[in-house]
């Protein structure tokens, strides 16, 4: 008699097959310095396209406090609606 063959399944999970238990690890915040570096970043290059977009608009022989009137209603509507979008969904649905 010849001895059974074993089959090996995909679901036998033998014991030095099983992963370590994955363990928290906290990562620390950005200082305060960079944080204030990212966010003078973030406003000159939010500076910047409006500048481009005021310019463009100018192309288009528009008066400048128009094509300025216009890029900072958009601007301001994008912030708006990135505020809105960006709430937490225990609000969601109400606008106050």
Known sequence: MSAKPTIDYADDVTPQARPAPIRAME???PSLARRITGWIG???VFATVA???TAMFMQFS?????ALA???FMIGYMC???WWSSRSDENFGSMR
């Not at 528009?62 to 128009?66: D, K, L, M, S, Y």
């Open 27 to 29: 990562i620390g915040g």
């Open 42 to 44: 973030y406003l000159f």
């Open 51 to 53: 500048g481009l977009l």
């Open 62 to 66: 528009v008066p400048w406090r128009i």
């Open 70 to 72: 216009i890029v900072l």
């Open 80 to 82: 708006l609606t990135a």
